[in-house]
């Protein structure tokens, strides 16, 4: 069994839900097999029990690093049983099961042995490696290494999130609110006492399903979405109701700019209603000509033996945090697990495709670090 595979068993084999995180021991993990292998290893944490890390080998050069990152955290199981164990990390016809197979510990233990075996080697560039916790519930660990400022540098940020091994050159990020509506409590056999928030709140949203969001099209994402996808309220099945408070998730096209978008929500609403911002994260987009890239499509040739595909994900990731604070570096999702895998009951991963994962990783560190 390669070295690959069983970092992957041993990740999914420590539970790493959240909520609650409790990511501490998977961190831990990764940090004790790195530091072994030579890397130079900070933790940060963002809350008790819940820290990211930031290993780093160094080159001979100034040049800035090449880096990987992915997070330890994972959904919940669901109440679906499972038929397989969730936290086993057992292989079965040829697919590694449990939670976060997918999603993502095989990606991270491609990147993570990647580095390993290039560690006996001398590096022209060096290698960072960005492994969090909380990406699950809105990027937390990364968003807090980008304010503590303790990135440094990178030439090309690879993000080992489920792609099945094809190249995702662009996200959207995403904008969502909460909406309240206020009104008056009544009995309601005397409704006309009352101001009823639910009347209030159905006005809105049928305003927000009309409303022409998509402001122009990306070659990679299509347009800006946006979805109401909560609504609560109400006190009990006879009285008005005094306040309702419903959701909305913005998926925006990188350039699609989140004021832009909360501006057209408010306008669409009346001043009574309350808007607060839950989650603000960008996206990314990054063009397939650009020379960094173009170090990933070569190593993906060397390695597959064709072309990629540049293909666009609805879904945020870690790059939402990280990109930025790298300065807009370059940008490409590539992992082995399977996005429709993702948050599934009896999740799994091909190792056929974490074996791919991990050759072309250590192609490109061949033909960028050496």
């Not at 041993?10 to 790195?34: F, H, K, Q, T």
């Not at 949203?205 to 099209?217: D, H, N, P, V, Y």
């Not at 209603?273 to 650009?290: N, R, Y």
Request: net charge negative; glycine share 8%.
């Amino acid at each position: 069994m390669s070295g690959c595979l069983s970092v992957a068993q041993d990740l999914i084999r420590i539970p790493s839900v959240n909520p609650p995180g409790d990511e501490a021991d998977c961190i831990n993990y990764l940090a004790g097999l790195l530091e072994r292998t030579g890397l130079s290893v900070e933790r940060y944490e963002f809350a008790p029990n819940r820290p990211s890390l930031i290993a780093r080998l160094s080159g001979t050069s100034n040049d800035p690093p090449l880096c990987f990152t992915g997070h330890v955290d994972v959904v919940p199981l669901g109440l679906q049983p499972w038929s397989q164990r969730p936290f086993g990390g057992d292989i079965v016809d040829g697919r590694l099961y449990g939670r976060g197979s997918s999603d993502m510990k095989a990606g991270i233990a491609a990147f993570v042995e990647a580095a390993r075996v290039s560690s006996s080697n001398r590096l022209r560039r060096g290698i960072t490696l960005v492994i969090t916790s909380g990406e699950e519930t809105g990027c937390q660990g990364a968003f807090d290494l980008a304010r503590r400022d303790v990135l440094g540098s990178a030439s090309l940020l690879i993000v080992a999130e489920p792609s099945l091994n094809e190249l995702i050159l662009a996200h959207k990020g995403s904008l969502r609110l909460a909406v309240t509506a206020k009104g008056k409590t009544a009995h309601s056999s005397m409704p006309h006492l009352g101001d009823n928030a639910i009347y209030k709140a159905a006005k809105w949203i049928s305003r927000l399903e009309q409303l022409e969001i998509a402001k122009s099209k990306h070659p990679l994402l299509d347009s800006t979405t946006l979805c109401t996808t909560t609504i609560h309220g109400g006190l009990n099945i006879n009285s008005v109701p005094d306040a309702v408070t419903f959701t909305i998730d913005l998926r925006s096209i990188p350039g699609h700019t989140h004021a832009e978008l909360l501006e057209a929500v408010r306008n669409a609403l009346t001043s009574e209603a309350e808007i607060e911002t839950v989650m603000d994260v960008p996206g990314f987009s990054t063009s397939q000509e650009d020379l960094a890239v173009q170090s990933v499509i070569a190593a993906y040739q060397k390695t597959l033996g064709r072309s990629p595909v540049p293909r666009g994900a609805p879904y945020f990731t870690d790059a939402s945090a990280l990109t930025p604070a790298f300065k807009n570096v370059p940008t490409v999702v590539l992992g082995p697990g399977d996005m429709q895998q993702a948050h599934q009951t009896d999740e799994y991963c091909l190792v056929k495709s974490i074996d791919e994962t991990l050759e072309i990783y250590g192609q490109l560190i061949r033909d960028v670090c050496y």
